[in-house]
């Protein structure tokens, strides 16, 4: 009989220690998985979606239209004035980093994807944290002023996309019960 008892107990254990090191890993892929669809809704989904601000890159009557950051490249062509001195005057139209692409692009979805791709979870007993190692994601989160080549730009409107969510620990809750209902199958 103490026999019986002492696997039970032992299989008890077990399945305690791998279910405290196995649910963060589970809760942080289902929350990055839930982050990731709100590039897609471009919203926040917190008791229904909350859209995001519009982006300028896509009114006709801002500055910025069709804007698409290429890098560290020269919007201006080089025009000699006077005896071999250069100087530079505005391209124009033919303005470098312009996209047409880019004034119908989804809202905080570059051509790369890159800071809906950088959403990681690291997952140590008992917490999960959601994390991106890019330094513009606090910034598009939470909103704030902001910089433009290095020089004071427009107060960027939050466009939160990781957060608390009532729709997300609806689906921790469901995978906190399923897990609890298998350690007594």
Known sequence: MNDIITELLKTIKTSLIRFEKDLPRYI??????????????????????????????????????????????????ISKKGKGKVGY?????????????????EILNGSTHELRRSLRYTATQGKATIIS???YAKLQNEG??????????????????????KELNNKIKAIVDREVNKLFK
């Open 28 to 77: 942080g892929k289902e929350a990055v998985d839930h982050f990731v669809e709100n590039f897609d809704k471009e919203g926040f989904v917190n008791n229904g979606l909350q859209p995001w601000r519009d982006v300028k890159r896509r009114d006709p009557k801002s500055k910025w239209y069709g804007f698409e950051y290429r890098g560290e490249r020269v919007t201006y062509k």
């Open 133 to 135: 190692d890019k330094p």
């Open 89 to 105: 005057k505005d391209a124009g139209k033919n303005k470098t980093n312009f996209s047409a692409a880019a004034t119908k692009r």
């Open 144 to 165: 704030g002023p902001m910089k433009v080549f290095g020089r004071s730009g427009p107060v960027m409107p939050a466009r939160p996309f990781v957060g608390e969510s």
